[in-house]
């Protein structure tokens, strides 16, 4: 049995796996002993150069305490007494579990919760799929604790058979092939059987679980798979190690963590051993107790849509011809003239001044801005051909630049960060609602003013809504999208694009937060290293971006076809055919007329000057009609004075 201890100890039990590389050449795993005193103590007296940690019935107790340890009768003792510390971390064990009459309980009694390990305290902390557990007893006690199932889930086990029925010959016991049959070896043929790291993943069936999303997973219209990241990468993985699988959509709509502990979703149909992996999550300190997670294969952030920034143009359009200071310039250059017009044409002339020549002088210059022709007195023709040349001139670049700037679109501005849109109060923000995901957690955890703000803000709306959201979004103004960047790019690809070069939405260039997804498997699951090598090999050689491409083009063609069918059936009250217009209008190269809003101004001075003409010329007519009843009235108000004879007539009379 010793030599037969020796060589499992010493022989790695994978070739390359992660547990070999812990090891290192000398295999200098800390030994774990479970068993009666007897055996404890023969192994000890063996191999007293190996740190060693003794429990009496479980690999798990409730607490790490010095009744675990070897005294310090023993060299090489895990714990120094005075300082109340361990020498090192034994970041690999090998467990070596004796038989005795109480062998059959349970080695990890708690995991089935999948907190059995993550939790206790240092030195039974360690991840149980890091430690190689040794069997040692007779072949039908080992057959029968390796169909427990708390040693089912276990990576790396091997049992030495002491006695055997058949043959007194000591024997080596594993589990090879799928489903796992346990096989025997002898000592010279265990070193030529040795397993690669990645058998454990040939000829076996799976169970996926996914979201109902068409980011993990595309069906055609029969309802079988064809695309999809998740899916590729199941498919990919699968057909290389020669395995198969079932996927399902079991659970995915709720992933939240009950009151009692217990978990929906993904999680919970890993943690009940109803599926082996599932696409896909993102780690987080309440899901990390429950579930192993790979190497993230995409980085999915959280971002926000909105709709194109509306074009319009201004109505005072004509005014941007010109900067402020160039109208102040040519204003004062009319005002500064009409004076020296005046005077050309009165004082030196010694004409009487009177309304006519104050007119003509201002109409001159006017009419020169305005290249209208006009009958210029002899005297002021100098000037006017001075003024008519800077006329001329100032036109000349007026007329140049006015169609530019009386076309010239002015662009809103649309929010493409959290801070904009959260002062950006006149936006509606609509958040679909995924119970337990990574963004519903950041909300309801965030202390964050800013982010607070926002979500008093938000309409929740349910995943079935997202493509009616996202197609409101585009067509609506002043509306916010949340949603996943590059689920968003999918119903985008699918619903809203209806010419591959035109995107009716913008994506927000600050995410609100960015999160790492990988695949979970149930915690200390034996497929975690294996699935998360593959993981990391896939991304870094490009292949879940080419899988994403691919799934963008099966989407888009969809939804291109669909918008055509729309737009030849003329079904106006779906939004699909206002999509439909937004892209015409967009990608329309046609000559466009002038609208009455491109003569704003002009029509604006029109308006006024007819008015302001209308009360003069009432003012005209009325103004002399009451001038006339006025003098009536007061001929009629007229007073006669009789004259008083004179004194002195009177007295000569």
């Given at each position: 049995m010793c030599s037969l201890v020796s060589l499992v100890l010493t022989t790695s039990i994978r070739s390359e796996s992660d547990l070999e590389v812990i090891q290192g050449p000398h295999s200098s795993c800390t030994q774990k002993l479970v068993g009666s005193s007897n055996e404890v103590n023969f192994f000890v007296n063996i191999y007293p150069a190996i740190p060693k940690i003794i429990t009496s019935k479980s690999l798990t107790p409730s607490s790490a305490s010095d009744l675990n340890h070897l005294g310090s009768k023993w060299i090489n003792n895990l714990r120094i007494p005075p300082l109340k510390i361990y020498k090192h971390s034994p970041h690999c064990e090998n467990a070596l579990i004796f038989e005795s009459t109480n062998n059959l309980l349970p080695l990890y009694p708690s995991f089935k919760s999948a907190q059995l390990r993550s939790l206790l305290q240092f030195p039974f902390n360690i991840n149980p799929q890091f430690i190689h557990h040794i069997f040692i007893g007779k072949e039908g006690w080992i057959r029968k604790i390796f169909q427990q199932e708390d040693v089912k889930i276990l990576h790396y086990k091997t049992g030495?058979?002491?006695?055997?029925?058949?043959?007194?010959?000591?024997?080596?016991?594993?589990?090879?092939?799928?489903?796992?049959?346990?096989?025997s070896f002898k000592a010279d043929q265990y070193l030529k059987e040795q397993q690669d790291r990645?058998?454990?993943?040939?000829?076996?069936?799976?169970?996926?679980?996914?979201?109902?999303?068409?980011?993990?997973v595309v069906r055609d219209r029969n309802g079988n798979?064809?695309?999809g990241m998740g899916y590729n990468f199941v498919k990919t993985f699968t057909e290389y190690y020669n395995s198969t699988f079932d996927l399902?959509?079991?659970?995915?709509?709720?992933?939240?963590?009950?009151?009692?502990?217990?978990?929906?979703?993904?999680?919970?149909?890993?943690?009940?051993s109803r599926a082996d992996i599932a696409i896909w999550l993102g780690n987080t300190e309440t899901r990390s107790p429950y579930a192993d997670?790979?190497?993230?294969?995409?980085?999915?952030?959280?971002?926000?849509?909105?709709?194109?920034?509306?074009a319009s143009v201004t109505w005072?359009?004509?005014?941007?011809?010109?900067?402020?200071?160039?109208?102040?310039?040519?204003?004062l250059s009319i005002v500064s003239v009409i004076p020296v017009y005046y005077f050309k044409i009165v004082v030196e002339n010694h004409s009487h001044t009177g309304t006519e020549f104050l007119y003509l002088s201002i109409i001159l210059p006017v009419c020169a801005i305005l290249q209208e022709a006009r009958n210029i007195p002899v005297q002021a023709r100098g000037l006017s051909g001075l003024f008519l040349f800077y006329a001329i001139i100032v036109g000349t670049f007026f007329n140049s630049n006015l169609i530019s700037f009386l076309t010239l679109p002015v662009l809103e501005h649309a929010p493409e960060t959290p801070?904009?849109?959260?002062?950006?109060?006149?936006?509606?923000?609509?958040?679909?609602?995924?119970?337990?995901?990574?963004?519903?957690?950041?909300?309801?955890?965030?202390?964050?003013?800013?982010?607070?703000?926002?979500?008093?803000?938000?309409?929740?709306?349910?995943?079935?809504?997202?493509?009616?959201?996202?197609?409101?979004?585009?067509?609506?103004?002043?509306?916010?999208?949340?949603?996943y960047d590059l689920a968003g790019h999918i119903i985008v690809a699918e619903n809203l694009t209806f010419h591959p070069a035109f995107v009716p939405v913008k994506m927000s260039r600050t995410p609100i937060l960015d999160i790492p997804i990988g695949f979970v498997l149930r915690k200390y699951s034996q497929f975690t290293e294996t699935v998360s090598y593959n993981v990391g090999k896939l991304q870094n050689t490009g292949h879940f971006k080419k899988w994403f491409d691919q799934t963008l083009d099966i989407v888009r063609g969809r939804g291109i076809s669909w918008l055509k069918e729309v737009k030849t059936e003329e079904r106006r009250e779906e939004l699909g055919y206002k999509v439909v217009e937004l892209t015409e209008d967009a990608m329309s190269a046609t000559t466009k007329p002038f609208t009455l809003v491109h003569f704003g101004l002009m029509f604006c001075c029109l308006v006024c000057g007819l008015s302001l003409g209308l009360a003069c010329f009432l003012v005209e007519i009325f103004a002399p009609y009451s001038h006339k009843k006025s003098k009536i009235v007061m001929n009629r108000s007229m007073l006669f004075v009789k004259r008083t004879p004179n004194c002195n007539e009177l007295n000569k009379g």
């Open positions: 030495i058979a002491t006695e055997n029925s058949n043959n007194s010959t000591s024997l080596i016991l594993e589990e090879r092939g799928f489903p796992p049959k346990l096989t990645f058998d454990i993943l040939r000829q076996r069936h799976f169970n996926i679980n996914s979201f109902h999303l068409k980011l993990q798979p064809i695309g399902s959509h079991e659970g995915a709509k709720n992933n939240k963590q009950m009151s009692n502990g217990s978990w929906n979703g993904l999680l919970g149909s890993l943690i009940d997670f790979t190497t993230p294969a995409i980085n999915l952030p959280l971002v926000f849509f909105t709709s194109l920034p509306r005072y359009g004509i005014l941007f011809v010109f900067s402020k200071e160039v109208w102040v310039c040519i204003a801070d904009e849109l959260w002062k950006m109060l006149e936006y509606d923000i609509r958040y679909l609602y995924y119970p337990g995901a990574a963004c519903d957690l950041f909300f309801s955890q965030t202390k964050s003013p800013m982010f607070m703000d926002i979500k008093k803000r938000m309409k929740y709306t349910p995943p079935s809504s997202a493509t009616h959201s996202m197609m409101e979004t585009a067509v609506m103004p002043k509306m916010a999208q949340l949603h």
